[in-house]
């Protein structure tokens, strides 16, 4: 049994910082659910 892995980046740009900078956010997904979000701020 195999399952699809995808992993997505993007910008939250609608938190972006006085300096300029975005927090990148990951979201993990197996099969057609997403199992994890991440944040690196």
Do not use: C, H, W
């Amino acid at each position: 049994m195999t399952k699809d892995v995808k992993v997505s980046f993007y910008l939250k740009r609608n938190e972006t910082k006085k300096d300029g900078k975005s927090p990148v956010m990951a979201r993990l997904s197996i099969g057609n659910f997403p199992k994890l979000s991440l944040v690196q701020k």
